[in-house]
């Protein structure tokens, strides 16, 4: 750890872990609005389908620019100017009366969201590299756990404040947070990669074997289903509680807040789990029990059951993301991890308008059921993957 004492990279581990609950924290308090601002804006599903894929929209085309930011002034550098512009952006939605202008600041909101994601996870996968740990489930969970208070927060609020306080608030919040957080980001360098980093960055890439890059997008195929599944959710439960079984809005903002935590707890035991049934069967067993678990939350005609089913399906998809990344990149190095992870973006970036049409054309609570359907496919692809490769 040349350059860097114990201390330094104990605090730049906080600081990173503080980014990544804030991302979360952000991101739900956003969510759990979404009803609000739809009211707000006199938007059809089909319409509010649209102005949601601005975030998606915004994250990818940001995540494809924001490495040559990163490569060209840091990423500690990146990961804080891209939290101001979160922070800041957050209070844009309950400002417009139209799905075009909501779509427009989501835009905004999405790059922002998108850029501080490939920037705190540059900077995570350095000091992982430098700690030669496997710490970086610790950072997901994080992510996870700000996601499940800003949920949970979200859902106290709604009932006392407006959309329009409940975000300009968390801006404040955000901030605040921000201000400390950044300083121990700017004043630490990034840490240096082990020695063999650099032997390995100046041997020219090799081209992957075909059967190789088959099994990278099989992956990112895997990717691409679970992050559908969490795009869904996180846009789309709390107005199916509140359209759907006629519940209120701080009921309808704790659906997510199951969801998150589910997810926070899949996280924290996640290596516990790989250890004990091994990546493939993690992953069949993730998406199966997330497709019975989505099964529930779509079409059960009961509160609690469908907040059972919320939370099975976090524990479901909980590592699916995780392990299907990390194989590709076992796989094909960076070159697998790009891949795979455009893959399971553009899940993302599907899932929303996908729901928005569906529930038009059947209902909401059908068209959550592709949730469950992508789920299960991901547990096939699994599988057949593995016993493709043992032949």
């Known amino acids: ?234 846009d789309w439960s709390a107005l199916h509680l509140e359209q759907d079984l006629d519940t209120t809005p701080g009921m309808a903002a704790a659906g997510y807040s199951c969801f998150a935590l589910a997810m926070t707890l899949g996280r924290l035991t996640g290596t516990r789990l790989l250890e004990r049934l091994g990546q493939t069967r993690t992953l069949v067993a993730g998406g199966t029990t997330a497709a019975l678990g989505m099964l529930l939350g779509a079409l059960a005609p009961v509160l609690w059951i469908v907040l059972l089913g919320f939370v099975v399906t976090g524990l479901g998809l909980a590592n699916l993301f995780p392990v299907a990344i990390e194989r590709a990149g076992t796989l094909a190095g960076p070159d697998g991890v790009a891949v795979a992870s455009t893959l399971g973006y553009g899940g993302m970036l599907l899932g929303p308008p996908a729901i928005g049409f569906m529930a038009d054309w059947f209902s909401l609570s059908v068209a959550l059921t592709s949730v469950a359907v992508l789920a299960a496919t991901a547990a096939a692809v699994a599988l057949l993957t593995h016993r493709a490769t043992q032949r």
């Not at 952000?26 to 009803?35: E, K, N, Q, S, T």
């Not at 915004?58 to 620019?65: D, K, N, P, W, Y």
């Not at 930011?69 to 512009?85: D, E, K, M, P, S």
């Not at 009932?159 to 801006?171: D, E, N």
């Open 1 to 234: 750890m040349p350059g860097h004492t114990r201390t330094d990279l104990t605090r730049l581990r906080a600081a990173l872990t503080i980014f990544f609950a804030l991302d979360g924290f952000l991101f739900a308090g956003w969510v759990v609005r979404i009803p609000a601002i739809k009211e707000q804006t006199n938007a059809s599903a089909t319409t509010l389908g649209l102005a949601l894929l601005g975030v998606s929209a915004g994250a990818v085309i940001t995540m494809i620019l924001t490495g040559r930011l990163c490569r060209r002034y840091g990423n500690h550098q990146v990961t804080v100017a891209c939290a101001v512009l979160l922070c800041l952006s957050v209070a844009l939605p309950p400002l417009t009366h139209s799905p075009v202008a909501l779509g427009a600041v989501l835009l905004v909101f999405g790059s922002a969201y998108g850029g501080i994601n490939v920037a705190f996870n540059s900077a995570a996968v350095d000091l992982v590299r430098t700690l030669r740990r496997p710490i970086m489930p610790s950072f997901h969970a994080a992510f996870s756990l700000g996601g499940m208070i800003g949920a949970g927060l979200g859902a106290l609020l709604a009932g006392v404040l407006s959309a329009t306080q409940h975000l300009v608030g968390l801006t404040v919040f955000g901030l605040l947070v921000t201000l400390p957080a950044g300083r121990t980001l700017l004043r630490i360098p990034a840490p240096t990669p082990p020695d063999s980093a650099p032997r390995a960055e100046s041997r020219p890439p090799r081209r992957p074997a075909p059967r190789t890059r088959a099994l990278v997008i099989t992956f990112g195929v895997i990717a691409l289903c679970t992050a559908y599944g969490e795009g869904a959710l996180a």
